[in-house]
């Protein structure tokens, strides 16, 4: 039974319309999928559902139990049954997971807090998610994925009956995720329906019991999983072509060794860890390296100590073809031709409120500079040609990058870092967030990359971007290399008995 539709919607923003006559349904008790590439109009359509665009700031209409519905302000579409989990959490860390979950409709008795009936309140939230931690501990201390999970728990909380998750597993270890979906499985039992937005198709094809695909604004087809299981299809619907040779694998032949890293290990600022331990590697010319393991395997800390980045005490060796190096801070490895592309591109790797001229320029604004002086006219040159070469969507290039796609924001940080002429290009998480589109363009980008000669090391969570990409894998856990395996000779589950200890070497 459909419980919920929404009839032609068109939503459109100064010189751009975002939604040109969306239609989308939602069934009681199913798991509706709704893809399409960055800019397809995902998010605009979500937040229009969950009352951020109110009533009259578009045209169509939303039908809920078979009467029209106007929401002027969130708190009407959460009235109305429907919450919406955005990509980035709503937590507020300084506060108790109890008091995140109260946030806004705190119990009081004679206007004095009821804490005693909050609390245990709480405990049932949570309980009916699963999440055993209590609720008087402080939410930013929960890891990523037990954040998700209260989210949830607050949504049902306010007796949500549609459930929107955009990218809910983003930033979730395959642990986590499964823990996600099984809570969805029992939620779906008990009628609660789920809209889920996300780029892992994998997933869609798992868990959805329908998918619709937008395209440029517009819905280009709704149907059963069934004829959506094939990733191909779903591919070429959503970015209106088909997308030959998606991971952009060809036999390679390695040249010497360009980098070379022996018994590195890192402590944190204050020394109250030591996240790498006695890690190394070797990356040859014409190799693509790939870095696997569990969240907390220490993946990140060591390619940002090997950047100069992290960490306040190092021991080991680092040597860039042949000569051994002493980086001491990111500056020290840019000059020596080591660039690191940051798992969170918005805080590490992106001035937001700068313009595209000025991310792509900033690591090697010196080129442009003569007695101080920055060349406004030769940067813009510079940034062009990279805009083009990367193939950059963005208005002009003085366009803030806050408001470019997420695909298009990571190009720009390989833009900054190509600019400079790396010798060894580190990317962490490349393509978290980046719709379907713009991944096969990456990946295409790091193809060239490494027949040019540069040395790419990449990290990533998703297991099949690692086979897809990487011709060899550095498998960690706990700080350390657990093993180093050849990626066109080993699986899957090969790996994760290296990632969790059950191999040791």
């Given at each position: 039974?459909?419980?919920l539709e929404m009839r032609g919607i068109v939503k459109e923003f100064p010189g751009v319309k975002a939604l040109d006559g969306v239609t989308f349904d939602?069934?009681?008790?199913?798991?509706?999928?709704?893809?399409?590439?960055?800019?397809?109009?995902?998010?605009?359509?979500?937040?229009?559902?969950?009352?951020?665009?109110?009533?009259?700031?578009?045209?169509?209409?939303?039908?809920?139990?078979?009467?029209?519905?106007?929401?002027?302000?969130?708190?009407?579409?959460?009235?109305?049954?429907?919450?919406?989990?955005?990509?980035?959490?709503?937590?507020?860390?300084?506060?108790?997971?109890?008091?995140?979950?109260?946030?806004?409709?705190?119990?009081?008795?004679?206007?004095?807090?009821?804490?005693?009936?909050?609390?245990?309140?709480?405990?049932?939230?949570?309980?009916?998610?699963?999440?055993?931690?209590?609720?008087?501990?402080?939410?930013?201390?929960?890891?990523?994925?037990?954040?998700?999970?209260?989210?949830?728990?607050?949504?049902?909380?306010?007796?949500?009956?549609?459930?929107?998750?955009?990218?809910?597993?983003?930033?979730?270890?395959?642990?986590?995720?499964?823990?996600?979906?099984?809570?969805?499985?029992?939620?779906?039992?008990?009628?609660?329906?789920?809209?889920?937005?996300?780029?892992?198709?994998?997933?869609?094809?798992?868990?959805?019991?329908?998918?619709?695909?937008?395209?440029?604004?517009?819905?280009?087809?709704?149907?059963?999983?069934?004829?959506?299981?094939?990733?191909?299809?779903?591919?070429?619907?959503?970015?209106?072509?088909?997308?030959?040779?998606?991971?952009?694998?060809?036999?390679?032949?390695?040249?010497?060794?360009?980098?070379?890293?022996?018994?590195?290990?890192?402590?944190?600022?204050?020394?109250?860890?030591?996240?790498?331990?006695?890690?190394?590697?070797?990356?040859?010319?014409?190799?693509?390296?790939?870095?696997?393991?569990?969240?907390?395997?220490?993946?990140?800390?060591?390619?940002?100590?090997?950047?100069?980045?992290?960490?306040?005490?190092?021991?080991?060796?680092?040597?860039?073809?042949?000569?051994?190096?002493?980086?001491?801070?990111?500056?020290?490895?840019?000059?020596?031709?080591?660039?690191?592309?940051?798992?969170?591109?918005?805080?590490?790797?992106?001035?937001?409120?700068?313009?595209?001229?000025?991310?792509?320029?900033?690591?090697?604004?010196?080129?442009?500079?003569?007695?101080?002086?920055?060349?406004?006219?030769?940067?813009?040159?510079?940034?062009?040609?990279?805009?083009?070469?990367?193939?950059?969507?963005?208005?002009?290039?003085?366009?803030?990058?806050?408001?470019?796609?997420?695909?298009?924001?990571?190009?720009?940080?390989?833009?900054?870092?190509?600019?400079?002429?790396?010798?060894?290009?580190?990317?962490?998480?490349?393509?978290?967030?980046?719709?379907?589109?713009?991944?096969?363009?990456?990946?295409?980008?790091?193809?060239?990359?490494?027949?040019?000669?540069?040395?790419?090391?990449?990290?990533?969570?998703?297991?099949?971007?690692?086979?897809?990409?990487?011709?060899?894998?550095?498998?960690?856990?706990?700080?350390?290399?657990?093993?180093?395996?050849?990626?066109?000779?080993?699986?899957?589950?090969?790996?994760?008995?290296?990632?969790?200890?059950?191999?040791?070497?």
């Open positions: 039974m459909t419980i939602v069934r009681g008790g199913e798991v509706h999928a709704l893809v399409g590439e960055n800019g397809a109009g995902k998010s605009t359509l979500m937040k229009i559902l969950g009352g951020i665009y109110p009533a009259g700031s578009f045209e169509g209409k939303i039908i809920l139990d078979g009467r029209t519905a106007e929401f002027t302000c969130i708190k009407d579409s959460e009235r109305a049954g429907i919450a919406v989990i955005h990509q980035e959490l709503a937590i507020v860390a300084q506060m108790s997971v109890c008091e995140n979950l109260y946030l806004g409709c705190e119990l009081a008795r004679h206007g004095v807090l009821d804490r005693g009936a909050m609390l245990s309140g709480a405990k049932a939230m949570l309980s009916r998610v699963g999440l055993a931690v209590a609720p008087d501990r402080m939410a930013g201390t929960l890891g990523t994925g037990e954040q998700q999970l209260l989210e949830i728990a607050k949504a049902l909380s306010k007796n949500a009956r549609i459930l929107v998750l955009d990218e809910p597993t983003a930033s979730l270890s395959e642990t986590e995720a499964r823990r996600l979906f099984g809570i969805l499985g029992q939620l779906r039992q008990k009628g609660v329906s789920c809209i889920y937005i996300s780029h892992r198709l994998e997933e869609v094809i798992e868990l959805s019991d329908r998918v619709t695909v937008l395209r440029d604004g517009k819905t280009v087809e709704t149907a059963l999983r069934g004829p959506m299981a094939a990733k191909d299809r779903l591919v070429a619907l959503m970015v209106g072509r088909p997308l030959a040779g998606f991971y952009p694998r060809k036999k390679r032949v390695y040249g010497k060794t360009i980098f070379e890293v022996r018994d590195w290990s890192a402590d944190a600022d204050d020394f109250s860890e030591r996240a790498v331990r006695g890690a190394g590697f070797s990356l040859r010319e014409g190799e693509i390296l790939g870095l696997a393991g569990l969240v907390g395997a220490g993946r990140s800390e060591f390619v940002m100590s090997l950047f100069g980045a992290w960490g306040s005490k190092l021991s080991g060796t680092m040597r860039l073809c042949g000569r051994e190096l002493d980086i001491r801070s990111p500056r020290d490895a840019i000059r020596e031709g080591i660039c690191l592309a940051t798992e969170d591109r918005k805080r590490y790797g992106l001035v937001l409120d700068e313009g595209v001229r000025g991310n792509i320029t900033l690591p090697g604004i010196a080129a442009f500079s003569r007695f101080g002086v920055v060349k406004k006219s030769a940067e813009a040159r510079g940034a062009g040609r990279f805009i083009q070469m990367l193939g950059i969507k963005t208005p002009s290039i003085e366009q803030k990058v806050r408001a470019l796609s997420g695909g298009n924001q990571q190009k720009i940080v390989l833009a900054k870092w190509l600019m400079t002429k790396p010798r060894v290009l580190i990317l962490d998480e490349p393509t978290r967030g980046i719709d379907v589109g713009a991944r096969a363009e990456i990946y295409g980008i790091l193809a060239r990359l490494v027949d040019e000669g540069v040395g790419v090391i990449v990290v990533s969570s998703d297991m099949q971007e690692l086979f897809g990409l990487c011709d060899t894998l550095l498998v960690m856990a706990g700080g350390r290399v657990t093993a180093t395996l050849e990626a066109a000779g080993t699986d899957q589950r090969t790996v994760m008995r290296h990632a969790t200890g059950e191999i040791q070497v």
